[in-house]
């Protein structure tokens, strides 16, 4: 019993250090750029898994879920850095991050498509709800406005839309991997994968000047540790601890997320952006309770969360 208290501890540890994401992400690529942040976030996250998770022969993997699971991994964790690093404005990327939170509602509704997912009415509000939130958030201050939310979107069309492609992305991966994956979890690898492919863009493609300093490099290694240990936490904490307080808990880092960004990047954030965050959380929730009482993998690898 309390050895299962514990891994609820450190599961829950892993939502705090996942919360922290947005905020340090944005501070890194102030320093060190979108790409180049991002490359060297994921170069440190993935030596700090091999330190924690530690490695696996690949041959211990679904071939699948090795394809899959790469590409799908890979592809979201480029949409949640960039769209952050992208962003012109603290406020921009915070909202960006906001709308790489409806990956939720969007995994349980796949979920139900591609899995058959039992769910009961309470599916169609939740996903209502949570698409509305996101909405009232992109309005600005004056709460849902369709012109304002038009507005800024267009300032960042390229930040807005990776965030969004993330978001079906990651309800795609733990779709998919719910099927294939076989109680493996490649986590290390595709960090190795995703520090990879952001390196060649860097080389290949092209990003800005890395300046490094004090600053800099303490945020990076607070933003690897957070992503790397969170994965690695959240493991201990799916495997042996409280499943359903874990999962509960995760619905409402959105409000962790925007609260953590708001004060690392010295951002205030307006009463309509919270009333959408809340939203946001409200749905995802019940998007839970829609499929809560019933037995699928997918589900609980929703949970997975950055």
Not at 63 to 81: A, N, P, T
Request: with cysteine.
């Amino acid at each position: 019993m309390e050895n299962k208290r514990s891994a609820t501890l450190i599961g829950l540890i892993a939502v705090l250090l996942w919360s922290s994401i947005v905020g340090l992400i944005r501070s890194v690529s102030e320093s060190l750029g979108a790409t180049g942040g991002a490359a060297m976030m994921y170069s440190v996250a993935a030596l700090f898994l091999l330190l924690s998770v530690g490695w696996r022969r690949l041959a211990e993997f679904p071939k699948q879920y090795l394809i899959w699971g790469s590409l799908l991994f890979v592809s979201y964790e480029l949409c949640l850095s960039l769209s952050i690093g992208y962003a012109n404005t603290n406020r921009q990327a915070i909202e960006v991050g906001m709308v790489n939170y409806l990956w939720p509602a969007l995994t349980m509704v796949a979920a139900i498509i591609f899995n058959q997912q039992k769910a009961n009415f309470l599916i169609i509000p939740g996903f209502v709800i949570a698409i509305g939130g996101i909405c009232w958030v992109l309005g600005g201050d004056q709460g849902f406005d369709l012109q304002g939310m038009w507005h800024n979107i267009q300032d960042n069309p390229l930040s807005y839309g990776l965030a969004f492609s993330g978001a079906l992305i990651w309800a795609a991966y733990c779709t998919v991997t719910a099927r294939i994956a076989k109680g493996k979890n490649g986590v290390t690898l595709f960090f190795m994968l995703t520090a990879v492919v952001l390196w060649c863009k860097y080389f290949f493609v092209g990003g800005s000047p890395m300046h490094f300093d004090l600053h800099a490099i303490i945020y990076l290694l607070l933003a690897a540790a957070a992503m790397g240990f969170g994965y690695a936490a959240w493991n201990v904490g799916i495997l042996h601890g409280n499943v359903t307080i874990l999962a509960g808990a995760s619905y409402f880092i959105p409000v962790f997320s925007a609260a953590l960004a708001a004060l690392v990047l010295r951002t205030p954030l307006t009463m309509s952006f919270w009333q959408g965050a809340a939203m946001v959380c409200l749905g995802s929730i019940l998007c839970w309770f829609a499929t809560r009482n019933t037995k699928s993998k997918s589900v609980k690898q929703a949970t997975v969360a950055e």
